[in-house]
């Protein structure tokens, strides 16, 4: 179950309302899955939630208010407009994000060269967007993360 370390420098980057969150997540035993699922949202879009990275409906609110048994006076700070990317260094010292940021460092001219081939001159969108994350197991047993980026092709405007 993911948790934040409570001492650590990455608790100082977050809003005020993650300690809460973090906290009665961990109290209450639920994974992001399990709290995607209670307000029908995805586990990452939650995650994203936690984090300061995405903004809160009034559902939402309402929702994790109820599974986490936390006023919903409290999270109305997941409402105000996100100040996103302030929680991460580049180059990231996380191991598990480094090697997100060392996959686009090794790969993202390759991605680039094949979105362009298949979709034309343009970027792909990250507000029009979804992820998704899986698990797979291959014939020997071994666990395969499975990461889906999925974003709206925005063309580049001839002027």
């Excluded at 302030?86 to 991605?111: S, W």
């Amino acid at each position: 179950m993911a948790t934040v370390n409570t001492s650590g420098p990455i608790l100082q980057r977050l809003p005020s309302h993650a300690s809460a969150l973090f906290a009665s997540k961990a109290r209450k035993g639920l994974t992001f899955e399990d709290l995607g699922k209670a307000i029908n949202r995805d586990e990452v879009a939650v995650a994203a939630l936690f984090y300061g990275q995405a903004q809160a409906s009034a559902e939402d609110i309402a929702g994790l208010s109820d599974v986490l048994g936390i006023s919903q006076e409290l999270l109305q700070e997941l409402t105000d407009f996100p100040d996103r990317g302030h929680t991460v260094d580049l180059p990231p010292r996380e191991p598990l994000i480094y090697r997100l940021y060392e996959i686009v460092q090794n790969y993202g001219y390759a991605y680039k060269a094949v979105l362009n081939e298949k979709l034309g001159d343009g970027i792909m969108s990250a507000i029009s967007f979804t992820t998704k994350v899986d698990k797979e197991l291959d014939e020997q047993g071994n666990a395969w993360a499975v990461i889906t980026l999925r974003g709206k092709w925005l063309p580049y405007s001839r002027f």
